[in-house]
C-alpha cells in the first residue's frame, strides 16, 4: 500500500474546495448516497481544482500526461444523502518523483461525512511511468 497520509477532519487545512449536490440517482431507496458515488466526487473535485490552477485535464492529456488512480482510500463517517451539497475539500498530501497524494474532506454545512485519499501515478499517454511537472511539485511546497 502507498498510501501514507492521514486526512484533517478540519476544512481550513485544505488548499480547495469544490461544492456539487448530490443526486437522486446516486441514492438508495433510504436517499442515502450509495458509497461507489462517492469517487466520482472526489474525481468532480479533482479535475475542477486543476482545472482552477490553470491546469485543465484535457490540456494534459494533449501534452502527453496522465495522472492514473493507483489506489483510493474513502472512510465513510455519515451518510450523504439526496439533494445535500457537499463541500469537497482537497489538497496536495504527500509527493514522490512519479506520484502524488491527495487528502479529501467531505462536509456538508461544514459537518464531516467523509475523509479520502486518492494515490495517483504520472504516466505518458502509453502508460509509462514519468516524472511529476515541476507545477505540481511546487504545490506541495
Same mark, same amino acid.
Request: a negative charge.
Given at each position: ?12 487545512? *485544505?488548499? *480547495?474546495?469544490?461544492?456539487? &449536490?448530490?443526486?437522486?440517482? =446516486?441514492?438508495? %431507496?433510504?436517499?442515502? !448516497?450509495?458509497?461507489?458515488? *462517492?469517487?466520482? @466526487?472526489? =474525481? =468532480?473535485? &479533482? ?9 485543465? @485535464? ?17 472512510? *465513510? ?6 439533494? =445535500? ?17 491527495? %487528502? ?12 479520502? !485519499? $486518492? ?5 505518458? $499517454?502509453?502508460? &509509462? ?13
Amino acid at each position: 500500500m502507498r498510501l501514507a497520509v492521514d486526512p484533517s477532519t478540519d476544512p481550513s487545512d *485544505y488548499a *480547495y474546495s469544490h461544492a456539487l &449536490r448530490a443526486r437522486f440517482a =446516486e441514492t438508495d %431507496a433510504m436517499g442515502i !448516497v450509495h458509497h461507489a458515488s *462517492y469517487l466520482p @466526487y472526489l =474525481e =468532480e473535485a &479533482r479535475v475542477a481544482y486543476l482545472r482552477d490552477l490553470g491546469h485543465p @485535464y484535457t490540456v494534459l492529456r494533449e501534452e502527453g500526461i496522465d495522472f492514473s488512480v493507483v489506489e483510493v482510500f474513502v472512510q *465513510y463517517r455519515r451518510p450523504l444523502r439526496f439533494d =445535500e451539497v457537499v463541500d469537497v475539500h482537497l489538497s496536495v498530501a504527500a509527493l514522490t518523483a512519479a506520484t502524488m497524494q491527495l %487528502a479529501y474532506l467531505l462536509t456538508v454545512h461544514g459537518e464531516v461525512r467523509a475523509t479520502a !485519499v $486518492t494515490v495517483h501515478g504520472c504516466v505518458r $499517454t502509453d502508460g &509509462r511511468p514519468t516524472r511529476l511537472p515541476g507545477w505540481v511539485r511546487e504545490l506541495a511546497g
